[in-house]
């Protein structure tokens, strides 16, 4: 200490105070000072039944086999299909709602078991009518000598007898086509492709595709719009009754 006239005064040394300002500081910090807790990150799970379910096309006649079998064999054939020859078909279906007759060609494995492929088109009932109407005049099966011939039916449909000279072979060719806005035309994805032996067979069956058709249309696809309109114009009482057929 150091002694001064007229009283006593202690002074500390800056390095004694700079050690006591420390000391308080990390008391106050320690007093004060909240225990860490961890925080565990949620991940994001997406559950097994979650899965995309894919979506067909859209167009005026989408190219579909979903409300179709996957696989059978020509011993049990599912209702609605009609088989051509090779492993061309005829199938009559429905997807929401709406009736479609589609030409598709099946691959076919050593058990005999047919699966639908990509190669075909589909068509609309009423496309299919006017066809059938074509079927009264045609004369695909004419001379060979006169191929090729083509038929164009309500301006999106064209038909078309090719005669392969390698092989001597003729080919029934079926493919859509739309119209664009600068009227000019554009084919659609997918060509049906038969043997003319194949197209006589499909002309010969075309009342029983018909009739699917109608099945498909009427019995189905039509009979549900009109139930949904009756509940639609009838609700339901409060005692839960609806319509049933």
């Known amino acids: 200490m150091q ?3 007229g009283g006593t005064y202690t002074c500390l040394s800056a390095a004694v ?4 300002l420390f000391n308080f500081i990390e008391m106050k910090r320690a007093s004060t000072a909240r225990p860490t807790v961890p925080v565990e990150k949620k ?4 559950p097994l039944a979650a899965v995309a379910e894919e979506v067909p096309c859209t167009d005026d006649a989408p190219v579909i086999i979903a409300a179709t079998e996957k ?10 299909h009609y088989h051509l ?11 929401a709602g709406i009736a479609r007759v589609h030409f598709r060609k099946y691959t076919v494995n050593t058990t005999g078991e047919y699966t639908p492929s990509k190669k075909g088109i589909t068509v609309t009932p009423f496309m299919w009518q006017n066809l059938c109407k074509f079927f009264e005049s045609d004369n695909f099966g004419g001379e060979l000598s006169s191929l090729p011939r083509n038929k164009v039916l309500q301006d999106s449909l064209l038909l078309s007898c090719i005669l392969v000279k390698v092989t001597d072979t003729a080919y029934v060719t079926m493919q859509r086509y739309f119209v664009k806005r600068d009227m000019s035309r554009d084919f659609a994805p997918g060509v049906c492709v038969m043997f003319l032996a194949e197209w006589e067979r499909l002309k ?7 009739k699917s058709v109608y ?3 009427f019995g189905k696809t039509f009979r549900a719009k009109v139930l949904e309109e ?5 609700p339901p009482s409060a005692s839960g009754d609806s319509f049933r057929c």
């Open 230 to 234: 009756i509940e639609r114009q009838n």
């Open 17 to 20: 105070q700079s050690e006591r």
């Open 71 to 80: 696989t059978f064999t020509l011993k049990c054939l599912p209702p609605h």
């Open 85 to 95: 020859g090779d492993g061309n078909f005829v199938v009559v279906s429905d997807f």
């Open 215 to 217: 099945s498909v249309l």
């Open 3 to 5: 002694q001064f006239s």
């Open 204 to 210: 010969s069956v075309q009342e029983d595709v018909s």
């Open 43 to 46: 991940v994001k799970s997406t």
